[in-house]
């Protein structure tokens, strides 16, 4: 069974950054596709980012595009997303999401929260 474990998440003020980690139990080339999707309350979960596991596809959101980046340590089997100049709205609760298809997994989420 494929576990993702998020962390990094916290409190931070308007314009800070934090950086997210998305470790899998097993090597992200077995994946065709890793990515970020997002949570607000009282909302539905939404893409953020993704990367393809050839790595010739990376994508954004148009609401982070410029802010946040998707990265990958192999070696870690871990998915990273460096958040800069974070906004009220960004506020949730971030999900790793992996696809192996036709399976589709994601981890605990964690809790990402900006302050005005």
């Known amino acids: 069974q494929v576990q993702l474990v998020e962390s990094g998440g916290g409190l931070v003020q308007t314009g800070g950054s934090l950086r997210l980690s998305c470790a899998a139990s097993?090597?992200?080339?077995?994946?065709?596709?890793m990515g970020w999707y997002r949570q607000a309350p009282g909302k539905q979960r939404e893409y953020v980012a993704h990367f393809t596991s050839s790595g010739g596809t990376i994508n954004y959101s148009d609401s982070v595009k410029g802010r946040f980046t998707i990265s990958r340590d192999n070696a870690k089997n871990t998915v990273y997303l460096q958040m800069n100049n974070l906004k009220p709205e960004d506020t949730a609760v971030y999900y790793c999401?992996?696809?192996?298809?036709?399976?589709?997994?994601w981890g605990q989420g964690t809790q990402v929260t900006v302050s005005s």
């Open positions: 999401n992996a696809i192996q298809i036709p399976r589709n997994y």
């Open positions: 097993e090597s992200i080339f077995r994946f065709n596709r």
